[in-house]
Every structure is written in C-alpha cells, then in structure tokens.
C-alpha cells in the first residue's frame, strides 16, 4: 500500500515477491576500443622507427681492411664521413658503406692499413658534419619514443578512470551541473509548473531580486540567501527551482547532498568551495542543493566515523553562506522531503531562513498539472482530464507524469497514433500499484479465498459511514498484491476525523475476519492489511491524541534530538505510559475487528454475491459493484457531481 494521503487501497499480499533484477556490468566496449587504438599507433611508431634505422644499412657494408685494399687497387673516389659512417664511392658507379674507427682520423686508420700517400691522394675525402634531421630523429627515437609512449598510456588511463566515474584525476572540481541562462532547451519557466500557487508567490520576490538587484539593495533591503525548498517526493521541487532561475534568466548550479556523500573523504567540503566559487563569477546565479536531507541532517548524532565527512561538508556550507556579502547576488536553493531531521543550524536567520512548502496537487492542480504534460501527445476526443484529476488524489506531479507517459506507451504498443481515455484510466492502476500479472495464476482454491477476501473489505468500506467509497475490485495480482480494492475518497481531504480513522481500520481488517470467520484459518495474504491496521491504530493513539484514556497527548518520538544514530527509536515517555499505548492500540483493533465481524454477519448475502461475481469476471467497476449493492439493499455512497463518468 503506497502511503498516498488520501489515496487507499488495499492490498493483499500472498508472498509474491519481486525479484531484485540483478544489474550485471557490460563490457566496456569504448575501453576495449581505445585500447586497440592505442596498440596500433605504437606498432605504427615501432615499424616507422625500425624503418628509418634500416634505411641507412641498404647499402653493401665494407670492412675498413677492404676499404684499405679497395683504396690502394685505385678503384675508390671519393669518401664522405659523416660520424662515424662512411660512404664510399666507385669508380663504376656503385656505393658501399662502412665505419671508421672511433675516435681515430680516417688518414690514421689507413696509414695503419699501409695504404699510400698517393692512393690516399686519388680519393676525395669529405667531412660531412650537418647531422641532418633523420639523424637526430634516429638517435634520439629510442629514448623519445618510449617517454611519449608512457605519457599516452597515462592520459589514456586517467580518462578511463574519468569515464568509471571515480574522477581520481579532478579531485576536489565540483560535480554540480550548470544551466547557462542562454541555455533556451533546458530553459523551465513558471510555466511549466502547474499549480503551486504560493511557492511561485513567494519565489516570485527572488526573481524579482535576481533580475533587478539594484532596486532592492539601494533601498537596504536584505535578501535571503537561502531558500528551502519542501515537500514529498514528487511534488516539483526540483522543477521549481529550476524555473526560479529560468524566470530570472540567471545561472543554475545544481548538485544533489548525495553526491557530496559519496566522495572521498576531505572532498565533500573542497567541492563546495568550487561550486559557490563557479557561482559566485558568473552571478547573479543560483545554486540548488537537492536532497539537502542527505548533508544537512542533525550533526553529532552519528555513530562511528562516515559522519565526519558530511559534518565537514554541512559545516563548508555554512560557511560559504556566512561568508556571502550582501551584494553578492548568488542565492542558494535546497530542497528536502524530510525538514524535520535538518540540522537547526542551516535554519538560522541568515541561512534558510525562508521556507516554501509545496503540497501535493488537489484536483484543479491535478487537472492543470496533467495538460502541461499533455502538451505533447495527441489525444483521442473522448479524453477527459478533469475525471483523469478527480480519481488521482494523492498523485504527485512526478506521478501524473508518469501516468500520461505510462498511457501513451499503451497506446504506442497497440499501435494507435492516438492516446485514448481508456489508456489513461488504465495508467491509473499501473502507477499507484505497478503492472498487472495476468501470468500469475491462482489455484482454484486461492481464487475463491482471495476473492472473499476482498469483497470483505469492500463491503465493509460500503456499509460502514466514513469509509471511502469503492472504485474498483480485483483479484488480478498487480505487483506484489494478489488483489485490490481501490477506493477513492469523495474529495481531496487534509483532515481526518476519529471516526475515519476507525472505520478504515475496521476496513482493513475486513480481508483477515473473512477468511477467519468463513475459512476457519487465516492465510499470509492479510499480513499487510494488518499492519496498515496496527499503524493506522497507534498514530490515533500516539500521534493524534484520540484515544479516551491517554487524552489529547502525543507521544511522538522527538525528531531532531537524536540520543545514538539517527535510527533510534527514543520515547520520551515511562514504561508504564508505554504498556497503555499498547493496551489502548489492542483495543481499537479489538472493537474494529468485533465491528467487522458483525457487518460480515449481518451482509453475508450481499459478500456471496459480490465474491461470485468476482470469482467469474475478475474484476469489478464501481457502476457494476453499486448494482450490487442496489440489489442487496445497500445505498452506494456516491459522488453527485460524478456524472460527467460515461
Ligand atoms: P521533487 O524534486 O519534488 O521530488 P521533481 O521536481 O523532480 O520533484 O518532479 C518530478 C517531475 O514531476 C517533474 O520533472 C515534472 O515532470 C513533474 N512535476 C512535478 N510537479 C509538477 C508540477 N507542479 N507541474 C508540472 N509538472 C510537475
Ligand atoms: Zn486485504
Ligand atoms: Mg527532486
């Protein structure tokens, strides 16, 4: 059961759990590619090498005693030296090579050789000193080529480490990504947020400030540097603070708490230093640390070392912030789904000292929220989205948007160019419950009992006053649940009284008195309705102050003072307070289960009526389900203005 305020559902569950889909890694195809580039610019340079080098050995090579004889017989012309190498010109033409001594003259060498005077004189000796290019390329090649090799190998490695994300060669560079303001794809504006009404109020004074600073600062107002940003997962904080900076036409840094956490110790800190440097030259700007919850949770709290980091980190941030001059036009944006375990000390005056709360969208949002994101698909006539709006309560806009993507996938597998209403009302399910599993078949038996099962909490959800009514029934397992009623609330509602409380309670229980009462044994399936019941139960009594004998007092754990790690559960109440929380819980369920029971009892026809039909088709729509209710007496509890539903 998803915890969507206002949304409820049951849910049985008969052990079927997802398989974590194991992610194994490919083989890194661009590594083995660049590695095969590489071997084949050093084989190139090798052969080119060993090339040049044998260029010079082309020629026939002669002893110096030969070269002595060959000089004396008068056959030899001329002889350049060049180094150590000789070249050795015939009288017929052709041409040897040889080497002379080391460090000895040529004249010595042939003196030494007994050649004569004469002879000597017969040949041109030329002393060639101009070691051309090819000579310092040959001598030097060897000790060039393997320097040049090493340093190719170390920036081919330091960008494959780049590329596996370790970063090892940018240490302390700031991950964030940037948003230029000329940037017109990316650009999001107010637009593109659909309700919020408030929040766009309330950062509409920061555009203000952003786009024309000088009016505020001559009049020595002083801005807020920093805005938080909450709200549940999916409610657009994010796309919020981007559309700030859209608005205002200013840079946009962004980098989420998580990816200050997950680096290397002493970095965290270093990296904030790099991104509020980056805004600070191209401000006015921006900066948006998501998930803010992820650094900034209460310090001193943590047990063992890791902490540190994210101390150092959070602490960086303060900093930074302190240190803003008034003009500096650089504002800083974070966002969270849990401001209650954010350290006080970010939410200083000076700090985030401004506070937007984005709420999930009611049904006018909704409706507004999904059109933004239809915008781009096209649409069969018969598409409604205000019935869409009115039966997603608790959807958040991240929701909405995957149900308009979820409906034109359908559409797309059947092959329609068009996205029809049915694909949408189909999406519904699909993102509040996951996809359905036609595969997963029910035994006969398990058939039958799922299908009492849920018509047990349906029809206690339709006998009893302040239970919402009933949308749809199955016993079509949908992610991990074997059945499903779906009820939808008759308005969006943000309070709920004791008496809800109550009876949603009774109809969660409604599965577990059924296959108790009418089976005489009790399955796995009811294990999560009865620990929605039992939660559902202790938030009245610890929470909400409604139960008769602890009054009007919560009994809340504290957030914020943690006592060790953050996961502790710490009471703030005696042993004794705690043993009546829990005889009080037994109670509620005690009397919601004899409340069941006895509407069990009472309808028994009416629950063999709406359990046959299901066993037969499935699944059952609200219009089929209040048909049966009619026929047993029952008045359905429904919306008036429902009637646009064809
Ligand atoms: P959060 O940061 O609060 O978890 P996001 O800003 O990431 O939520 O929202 C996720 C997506 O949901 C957005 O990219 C957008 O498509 C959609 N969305 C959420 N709220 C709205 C809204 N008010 N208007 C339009 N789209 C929205
Ligand atoms: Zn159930
Ligand atoms: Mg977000």
Known sequence: MADK??????????GMNGKGGSKRGAPNESFVRQAMLALVIFIILTSVYSALSENKNKAPQLSLSELSQNVSAGLVTSISVKGEDLLIKYKDGTEK???????????????????SKEALNGVAVSIDNDRGLGFWVLSLAPIILPILFVVFFLWFISRQVKGAGMQAFTFGQSKARMIHPDDKVSRI???????????????????????????????GARIPKGILLMGAPGTGKTLLARAVAGEAGVAFFSISGSEFVEMFVGVGASR????FDMAKKSAPAIIFVDEIDAVGRVRGGGMGGGNDEREQTLNQILVEMDGFEPNEKVIVMAATNRPDVLDPALLRPGRFDRRVTLDLPDRADREEILKIHSRTKPFAEDVVLALIAERTPGFSGADLYSLMNEAAILAA??????????????SIEKVMLGPERRSHILSKKEKELTAYHEAGHALIASVLPYADPVHKISIISRGRAAG????????????????????????????????KSLYGDVTTGPSNDLQVASALARDMVTKYGMSEKLGPITFENQPGRPMFGQNFEHHEYSEEVGAKIDAEVNKIIDDSLKRAQKVINDYRETLNDIATRLIEVETIEQKEFEEILIRNKIKPKRKLDLEHQK
């Open 484 to 515: 499903y009623v779906l009820k939808l609330p008759l308005e969006d509602r943000k309070l709920q009284s004791k008496k809800e409380f109550l009876d949603d309670i009774t109809v969660a229980l409604g599965g577990y008195v059924v296959e």
């Open 5 to 14: 305020k206002g949304t409820k559902i049951i849910i049985t569950k008969r």
């Open 189 to 219: 504006t107010f637009k593109d947020v659909a309700g919020a009404k408030e929040a766009k109020e309330e950062l509409s004074e920061i555009v203000d400030f952003l786009k024309n600073p000088k009016k505020f600062l001559d009049i």
């Open 272 to 275: 904030v230093r790099d991104l």
């Open 97 to 115: 090579v040889s080497k002379k001594e080391e460090g000895t003259a040529l004249t010595t060498s042939f003196a030494n050789y007994q050649v």
């Open 413 to 426: 597998r059947e092959n329609r160019t068009q996205v029809a209403q049915y694909d949408l009302i189909r």
